[in-house]
């Protein structure tokens, strides 16, 4: 007779566009493969991107994220002058995995969000 298996970790990986050039376009991918869906949130610095999303009522820096099973989203975002020469940070939080009976597995989330900004060459110094 086999256990019943506890609930496997649900991971969800985050990639990011690891290098950009000044006011460049930032693409961030988020992506499970558990059968379970996930919601949770992206996390960024509002003064140094924008979002190509734009969703009204929004806290500026989060942006929700919702991934069916085995599901996947991208974003968007775009560089602002405030990020030329930066290393920018995309993490998420908040999340929380739920399946059709109820269940709750952990999840974490996996892959760097870190993004590289050129410096804006053309900017009086």
């Known amino acids: 007779q086999p256990q019943q298996a ?3 970790e649900v991971v969800v990986q985050l990639d990011v566009t690891p290098q950009v050039a000044a006011l460049g376009t930032i693409s961030v991918t ?3 493969d558990s059968p379970h869906g ?3 949130e992206l996390e960024y610095d ?4 924008q ?3 734009a969703i009204p009522g929004l806290v500026p820096g989060r ?3 919702e ?3 085995r599901g996947e989203r991208a974003f968007v975002f775009r560089a602002l002058p405030a990020a030329s020469g930066q290393v920018l940070n995309f993490g998420v939080s908040s999340l929380q995995a739920s399946g059709l009976n109820g269940e709750s597995p952990p999840v974490r989330a996996e892959g760097s969000g870190l993004v590289t ?7 009086p110094r």
């Open 6 to 8: 506890a609930p496997a």
């Open 30 to 32: 988020l992506k499970q």
């Open 63 to 65: 942006l929700p994220v």
């Open 46 to 49: 509002p003064n140094r991107v």
């Open 67 to 69: 991934l069916g099973a």
């Open 38 to 40: 996930v919601k949770g």
């Open 51 to 53: 979002s190509a999303q």
């Open 117 to 123: 900004v050129d410096a804006d060459k053309s900017a």
